[in-house]
């Protein structure tokens, strides 16, 4: 029974020495790509939907805890590119396009620490940068509106430790931008903008 004793506790001590190893701040830059859906309301009670698909890459940072085999943890990060997609406007002389340019996000994470791997669920608040475009398709002539969308943003992740300094994870992310108003050639429309991204990025942490 001692022997039993002593290897669970070395066994434990190891697994938390391990999720240790987490602790700290760090830096670093991640890849994403993915697809969102646009959804113009236009004033003249029409609608149009675009569908968007692109990639993103960005700079990110934050903070790990491991109080007893627990990964606690906040992260922000601030991404460019570009998801895009569009289609025929309710009046077929016109495209109706929209890009989604930027995000920021701000998010907390929390999971069991599995040694120096852990798996988390996170959830935060998100902000997008989104332009809107509508093109004569005769004239060629364009209008366009960026506006800043914010909402809310979650998913699930896993992230580890590949050596003392270097941490990876990969992460799903579901956002939702919420709906704020674009005007072009004059007509106003509210645009509601969702996104679905998959992501993945590696750290520098400090200590």
Same mark, same amino acid.
């Given at each position: 029974m001692m022997r039993i004793a002593l290897l669970l506790a070395l066994l434990c001590g190891t697994t938390l020495a391990g999720?240790?190893? %987490?602790?700290?701040?760090? !830096?670093?830059?991640?890849? #994403?790509?993915?697809? #969102?859906?646009? &959804? /113009?309301?236009?004033?003249?009670?029409? *609608? !149009?939907?675009n569908s968007l698909s692109g990639a993103l890459v960005g700079v990110q940072g934050g903070?790990? /805890?491991?109080p007893r085999g627990l990964l606690l943890g906040v992260q922000a990060d601030l991404g460019v590119g570009n998801l895009s997609g569009s289609s025929r406007c309710p009046n077929p002389a016109f495209e109706c396009k929209t890009e989604l340019l930027s995000m920021l996000t701000i998010r907390g994470r929390v999971g069991p620490a599995f040694g120096n791997v852990a798996p988390y669920v996170t959830a935060g608040i998100a902000s997008a940068g989104i332009t809107t475009t !509508?093109?004569?398709?005769?004239?060629?002539? *364009?209008?366009?509106? %960026?506006?800043? &969308?914010?909402?809310?943003? #979650?998913?699930?992740?896993?992230?580890? %430790?590949?050596?003392? &300094?270097?941490t990876w994870q990969a992460e799903y992310l579901r956002a939702d931008f919420g709906s704020e108003e674009h005007v072009m050639f004059g007509v106003s429309q509210k645009v509601k903008v969702t996104a679905d991204l998959f992501r993945v990025g590696v750290h520098y942490k400090f200590f």
């Open positions: 999720a240790q190893g %987490l602790t700290g701040p760090y !830096v670093g830059g991640y890849l #994403a790509g993915g697809s #969102a859906d646009a &959804h /113009w309301d236009i004033s003249s009670g029409t *609608k !149009v939907d903070y790990n /805890w491991n !509508v093109t004569n398709s005769a004239t060629g002539s *364009k209008d366009d509106d %960026l506006q800043g &969308h914010a909402g809310w943003i #979650a998913g699930i992740g896993i992230t580890g %430790l590949a050596s003392r &300094h270097i």
